[in-house]
């Protein structure tokens, strides 16, 4: 039985393999269709988020002075209670994220994968978080012992109130692990360097970024952090272009905080329940934000 073929061909027409990637227009190559943001907004969008997060922790310091019975002496409130300071960090973890899409969106709607919502290859991330976070370590013992601060532990969560009860520790875990990361990583890798990136290249934005994210921390970590916590900050930023991605930078921030944190409190087996625990709540809330904003588009993985 013989079949047929279009006149001309003396073999089987075979459809050619589908591109790997949809065809961007003529004249549009992959690194146009990054964000269009300027060094200047990163700073911007700093300054309001801090504004509006000092507005809001006065205004929750006010209404919770009212209902615990506090009372208003020579112009001074006096110490907010643990709900309140709180409620106080998670809100300017959240001002961060709205002064970043508030400000983004000059330069035009924002996408997820703008911030780096996207995965990445699983193996090499892990290797490239790994090695960053090594890298931070040594750092960290390093500088301690140079400046003779073996002792120095993190107050932050004791200043949360985290020892006042079984509710403010639960409470100022989730926080420490979940929320800070998360939410720092957002601002300060998605946008803030991203947008420093577009001005002076790699280098400079990551050391800016660094320094930056290392003295937003003056006023909750231990002085004798502060270096570690610049390179830190500095290093996340290489690991955010080494893979394109957040999640990795995310993942290995939320690490960090649950050793610190499980630290603080001088835990021992426990520290490895709240390191898993943490991620998997990020990889949950991750997943959700996957679900709700599609998939990224492969040409955005350029």
Request: proline content about 8%; charged content about 10%; aromatic content about 12%.
């Amino acid at each position: 039985m013989s079949t047929a073929f279009p006149e001309g061909l003396d073999a089987p027409f075979v459809h050619p393999p589908p591109p790997q990637r949809p065809e961007l227009p003529d004249g549009v190559e992959p690194t146009s269709l990054a964000p269009n943001w300027r060094a200047w907004m990163g700073f911007v969008a700093l300054l309001l988020g801090f504004v509006v997060a000092a507005v809001g922790a006065l205004v929750l310091t006010l209404i919770g002075a009212a209902f615990d019975g506090s009372v208003v002496s020579s112009g001074k409130l006096t110490n907010p209670s643990p709900a309140v300071n709180i409620l106080a960090t998670v809100f300017q973890g959240l001002c961060l994220i709205g002064a970043a899409l508030a400000i983004a969106r000059i330069a035009g709607r924002p996408r997820p994968w703008d911030f780096g919502l996207h995965g990445t290859r699983f193996w090499p991330a892990v290797g490239w978080a790994l090695l960053t976070w090594g890298s931070f370590l040594a750092v960290t013992v390093a500088w301690v012992a140079l400046v003779g601060a073996e002792d120095a532990a993190d107050t932050l969560p004791s200043e949360l109130g985290a020892d006042k009860s079984s509710v403010a520790l639960v409470s100022v875990g989730i926080l420490v692990c979940v929320v800070a990361p998360l939410a720092e990583e957002f601002f300060f890798r998605g946008f803030f360097f991203t947008a420093l990136r577009s001005w002076k290249g790699l280098w400079p934005a990551a050391l800016i970024t660094g320094l930056v994210f290392g003295g937003i921390h003056a006023g909750s970590s231990n002085v004798a952090f502060l270096v570690p916590l610049a390179f830190f900050g500095f290093a996340l930023c290489l690991l955010y272009a080494k893979t394109g991605s957040l999640y990795p930078c995310i993942a290995i921030h939320a690490a960090n905080n649950s050793v610190a944190f499980s630290a603080s409190q001088d835990w021992g087996w426990q520290m490895a329940p709240v390191l898993v625990g943490s991620l998997a709540v990020l990889a949950l809330i991750c997943w959700l934000i996957h679900r709700a904003t599609g998939p990224t588009p492969a040409w955005a993985l350029s």
